[in-house]
């Protein structure tokens, strides 16, 4: 069973250009979370979706930044006109629907996409 | 709205215990978790509570008192590779979604 995967790992993106992150979810898991990560620091939420749904979006900038989950394929972080401070990881997670199956609701991460803006 | 406490940095000798504590402010609980992460890593979960007392697992414990807002990781026998960040992360019961402090940096030393 495969775990979370983020794609591209690495990102390189000019001032004014678009970076789009991808992430498909582990199998069976229905909810996906986007965290933005600097150095030395935690993990921020930015995102909360479910199928077609955004569930939470109070931690998204309110301008170049949006998020979907699709019906089909994997969910995506897209971050227009990039700025340097921009420039941080992307830790995508996913998790099955909480209290289902006796399960804590933890959340399964990915490895994250670097995003490194010039 | 939640705010979540940690230290910045601990170090520890190998082989001692060291504890490390999460002290939280929040609108609507339902669970809080500890995970791990190395640098350059994805974080990995270590343990979940969500009523009070202590849950153990192996060389690591975490407690929890939802009165006092307060949680820590106990974290016994050190090891090398035990060297890393660990997250608090509480849940909210209005989203289900995971909130994370900043981070305590643990130093394990010979």
């Known amino acids: 069973n495969a775990g979370v995967m983020q794609n591209p790992r690495h990102l390189v993106r000019r001032r004014g250009q678009e970076a789009r992150l991808r992430c498909s979810p582990m199998?069976?898991?229905?909810?996906v979370y986007w965290y933005r990560q600097l150095p030395e620091e935690g993990l921020k939420f930015m995102v909360y979706l479910q199928k077609e749904n955004i569930i939470d979006e109070s931690g998204m900038p309110k301008e170049r930044f949006s998020a979907e989950f699709p019906k089909e394929g994997p969910s995506i972080l897209r971050i227009q006109q990039v700025v340097r401070g921009d420039s941080a990881a992307y830790f995508c997670?996913?998790?099955?629907?909480?209290?289902?199956?006796?399960?804590?609701?933890?959340?399964?991460f990915g490895e994250g996409s670097r995003l490194t803006v010039l | 709205g939640q705010n979540i406490d940690q230290p910045t940095e601990m170090t520890a000798t190998e082989g001692a215990i060291v504890q490390i504590n999460c002290t939280y402010q929040t609108s609507g609980f339902n669970g809080l978790f500890w995970y791990q992460q190395h640098a350059g890593e994805a974080p990995t979960f270590l343990s979940y509570n969500v009523l009070d007392g202590l849950e153990e697992k192996g060389r690591f414990s975490s407690f929890l008192s939802r009165s006092k807002g307060y949680s820590y990781l106990l974290l016994k026998e050190l090891q090398m590779k035990d060297s890393a960040s660990y997250l608090c992360a509480v849940r909210d019961s209005n989203t289900g979604k995971l909130i994370f402090g900043q981070g305590t940096t643990l130093q394990v030393k010979p």
């Open positions: 997670a996913s998790s099955p629907m909480p209290g289902t199956g006796g399960n804590t609701g933890e959340l399964f």
């Open positions: 199998k069976g898991h229905s909810h």
